[in-house]
Every structure is written in C-alpha cells, then in structure tokens.
Nanobody, 121 residues
Framework: QVPLVESGGGMVQPGGSLRLSCTAS????????MAWFRQVPGKEREFVAR???????TAYSDSVKGRSTISKDNYNTVSLQMNSLKPEDTALYYC???????????????WGQGTQVTVSS
C-alpha cells in the first residue's frame, strides 16, 4: 500500500486559486492512474480529474474543465491547480490511485485523508 498525503487546501474567495498536492510515500509506477475526487457532506464522492502516469493523459469533470489542471510534479507527487474557484467547489478533496482509466471512485484502491477547500466571501 502506498499512502497518499494531500496538502494545499484552505479558504479562498470566489475567483481565487488554490494548488492541491498529493504525495505518495514511494514512487508512483507508470501503470498508475492518479485522480482527484471531492465530497461534500451528504453527497457521494465526485470525480474531479485524473492523470495517466505513463503518458500524462488527463481527463476532467465538466464542473472543473477549463478551470483546473492536473499535473505530475515529480516521481511521487501529483497536483491539481484550481482557478476561478466558485462557492460550489467547496468540498473535501481526495487524492486517489488506481489502475483503471475511470471516473468511478470504487475503481480506486488507495486514498488519502483529504484536504478541505472552502470558497467563500
């Protein structure tokens, strides 16, 4: 198991930006799919973005497309740059690692503890 640790969350005003990072305790292998999900209380975990480690291919949910960028920082860190943040982006953001090119949370085996993002004026 490769523990994942998220960082970078916080409170920001609407229109602001945040950069979330996810660091694995060891090297992320080329077969991995790294993803970000988010969840608000009472709702299911929602896919945000994913990245294929071997090729750098990415995919985004419609809710963040054009405002967010998932990227590989180094051998064990993936980041999510979020711009033009909206109050509806407020959620607990999770990093996940899986092996399927999927937007379904149950397809991801390893998860971090989450980092809170709050967008409010």
């Amino acid at each position: 198991q490769v523990p994942l640790v998220e960082s970078g969350g916080g409170m920001v005003q609407p229109g602001g930006s945040l950069r979330l990072s996810c660091t694995a305790s060891g090297r992320i292998y080329s077969s991995a799919i790294m993803a970000w999900f988010r969840q608000v209380p009472g709702k299911e975990r929602e896919f945000v973005a994913r990245l294929r480690w071997s090729t750098g291919a990415t995919a985004y949910s419609d809710s963040v497309k054009g405002r967010s960028t998932i990227s590989k920082d180094n051998y064990n860190t993936v980041s999510l740059q979020m711009n033009s943040l909206k109050p509806e982006d407020t959620a607990l953001y999770y990093c996940a690692r899986g092996s399927d090119w999927s937007s379904i949370s149950s397809d991801y085996r390893f998860w971090g503890q989450g980092t809170q993002v709050t967008v409010s004026s």
